[in-house]
């Protein structure tokens, strides 16, 4: 069962020409990328020429589009520069379904902690337009969390009720927030449509540094056994976004995942 899960590489951090970055995919035996739609692959860079040209080189190398992500620099609900954010949310969405891929990462900001707030609502009315338009070209957005609380992610996530919204999942963060991965990722569970793959260790400080996966302090045979329990199928996307030789750890990464998936 473990093995119906498919292992991506993010390759959003690389500043690689694309060729190189799908002959990498190719090399590390991963079957999809994972790319940046804002800086690296914004939606101006292919013409529609382009973009079936793309494809088919990916197709080449037996590889596909995990997921891409549109960080954006402010918070959904800051109101400068609000509906150029939104819009630009929206034509990468487009330009993700056009390249076959299916989730679109986002950031939306530090959650309300009031949910009768204006704010609060302002972000619920913002996620839901989002979603109805990812159900109608065939999108899920998937958030990735950013140290907030995770009951009241799981009470955001459903009031969201236009579509579907998903959780792309990094233990790392709740660990880095003092929070269990592993309780964490019960409770979020009905919305994971993604597991972003990297490790991490609080430092003397209390902070918490990126470290080579399978260095840190998540406990990967734990959180395997979660991933099979709950019985997921998408995407594990390994990702190394510090170090010194990134694309030496993310080749032992992905070769440290197959073995985690494919174990007995």
Not at 114 to 129: F, G, K, M, Q
């Amino acid at each position: 069962m473990l093995a119906r899960m498919k292992i991506g590489l993010a390759v959003d951090g690389l500043e690689r020409p694309l060729r190189e970055l799908l002959d990498l995919g190719r090399r590390l035996g991963v079957t999809g990328l994972q790319f940046d739609a804002r800086k690296q692959l914004p939606p101006h860079s292919l013409s529609d020429t382009g973009r079936r040209q793309f494809v088919q080189e990916l197709k080449a190398r037996n590889l596909q589009i995990a997921a891409m992500s549109f960080i954006t620099r402010h918070p959904y609900i800051e109101q400068a520069g609000m509906d150029a954010r939104l819009e630009a949310t929206r034509e990468a969405m487009q330009f993700a379904f056009q390249l076959g891929c299916r989730i679109l990462t986002i950031r939306v900001g530090k959650i309300p902690s009031d949910p009768a707030s204006a704010d609060y609502e302002l972000l619920r009315n913002i996620l839901n337009d989002l979603v109805r338009f990812g159900n109608h070209i065939g999108i899920t957005p998937a958030i990735l969390p950013t140290g907030d609380n995770p009951q009241g992610l799981a009470q955001l996530l459903r009031e969201i009720n236009q579509g579907p919204i998903g959780v792309n999942y990094d233990p790392v963060n709740f660990l880095f927030n003092g929070q269990s991965p592993t309780e964490t990722l019960r409770m979020l569970h009905p919305w994971i449509v993604q597991y972003r793959l990297r490790d991490g260790q609080k430092d003397y400080d209390g902070l918490g540094i990126e470290v080579p996966m399978g260095r840190g302090e998540l406990d990967w045979n734990e959180l395997f056994a979660l991933f099979h329990e709950s019985e997921f199928s998408g995407w594990l996307v390994v990702d190394r976004t510090q170090g010194d030789d990134r694309v030496g750890d993310l080749t032992r990464a992905v070769q440290f995942a197959k073995t985690m998936i494919f174990e007995e």
